[in-house]
């Protein structure tokens, strides 16, 4: 059995009805190209071998009444990829409209955690005889760059199946043992916990009043709770809405060397220029800038100064979302000195504080606490700690083969928070930069107009390239 980090732990404990701790990737296929002729028995069938080879896919949650420490991780002994992959089909035209529809409803819905906690949704019924693959899986069990290995996985560069991986067909995720579970549980609560307390205190005592310093010189990156308000900043219910949208990931390139600036820089403009739109539809633009939280992926990072292992190896940076500027490219300008104080800030903070301090996260007291912060509304009783999260993920830049049929859109979804109601994460992959966009259809029930202000925004930037 292989023991849950606190912070992959984190995301069992956060969720709740409402509160939903699964990300998505939906997949848009051509179905035309795999060999022998589409068909889902077919494509079901080679899904189920490849995960021969892929542990994490085999593997489900485990406790006990005895365990003090966070879940374990063991082989489902009765794994059955029937109860994984289902079928269904939109209703015609088989549009964006119905598409969306559809997913936004699947995204709502809890992952069974008897059972490894993933489940993939084939939908037919396409326009053009396309077919979308709805993956979702728990944020416990994945994290953005797992999650991209684990889709390379799944994906070829050609067609044909390829050969397994002999050793990763023997890995297993091990059985359960509840007197292991709970004698190591205790070691690690009553003696390991101590002692990385006291290694973590040092470190952490220094973060408030380096960043007090640095927002005295403002070469500091945004603090917690100090966005405006606006609707995603509020408690939300189990109703998702979802939208996407592909640019040209050269259109974005053209941007980023006419002004001098990074890919992620661009990203962030054109989200806070879409985001000023939406707002400025609802007449509801603050007349300050918007926070973004931007996960940042450690999994590079030193472990050895706090904390080892875990599946979700992330941190997070603040940065400003430059949504008071109308001039596009004033925008993009601003977000790249935003981004860039951002990062300098918090390359000075430990990569692994906040996963090291998850290791302390009270299973049962976090997962009560979270219910009544929801079912109270108490996220209207603070300011925002920050308004939405953007997240960019670098994938392949070659065309992709989804078991067998060819790719053509890697649409990523993440979670969404009581009081921070909308998420916007961005997959490059195959010269196309791929935007997925969540939210709470109480919030937004309109979020298709922010993917369409994606569109509006690059070629604003596009104009001014010229």
Known sequence: ?????????????????????????????????????????????????????????????????????????????????????????????????????????????????????????????????????????????????????????????????????????????????????????????????????????????????????????????????????????????????????????????RVKNRFGVKINDVVLAITGGAMRTYLEQHDELPEQPLVAMVPVSVHGADESSLVTGGTNKVTGMFTLLPSNLEDPVERVEQASEMARKSKEHHADIDANILRAWAQFAPGTTMSNVMKLYGDRGLSLSHPPVFNVVVSNVAGPDFPLYFLGSRVTGVYPLGPIFHGLGLNITVFSADGHLNVGILACTDQAPDVQAIAQAFDEQLKQLLERCD
């Open 1 to 253: 059995m292989q023991r849950l980090s606190g912070l992959d732990a984190s995301f069992l404990y956060l969720e709740t009805r409402s509160q939903l701790m699964h990300v998505i990737g939906l997949i848009e296929i051509d179905p035309s190209t795999m060999p022998g002729g589409y068909s889902f028995v077919k494509l079901r069938d080679e899904l189920e071998r490849r995960i021969g080879a892929m542990p994490n896919f085999r593997r489900k949650l485990d406790n006990s009444l005895l365990n003090i420490d966070h879940p374990v991780w063991i082989e489902d002994a009765d794994f059955d990829i029937e109860r994984h992959v289902h079928r269904v089909a939109v209703p015609a035209p088989g549009g964006e409209e119905q598409v969306a529809e559809l997913c936004a409803h699947l995204a709502g819905q809890t992952l069974d955690r008897g059972k490894p906690l993933w489940e993939l949704w084939i939908i037919e019924g396409l326009a053009q005889g396309k077919v979308a693959a709805m993956l979702r899986m728990h944020h416990a069990g994945v994290d953005g760059v797992t999650g991209a290995d684990l889709l390379a996985e799944l994906c070829t560069m050609t067609p044909e199946a390829p050969d397994l991986d002999a050793d990763k067909m023997q890995q297993t995720a091990g059985g359960s043992s509840r007197t292991t579970m709970a004698l190591t549980g205790a070691v690690n609560y009553f003696v390991q916990r101590p002692i990385a307390m006291a290694k973590l205190l040092p470190e952490t005592v220094g973060v408030p009043i380096e960043w007090f310093r640095r927002t005295r010189s403002k070469t500091a990156m945004p603090a917690p709770f100090q966005a405006p308000r606006t609707r995603f900043n509020a408690p939300i219910t189990p109703h998702r809405s979802l939208a996407v949208t592909q640019l040209s990931l050269d259109d974005v390139k």
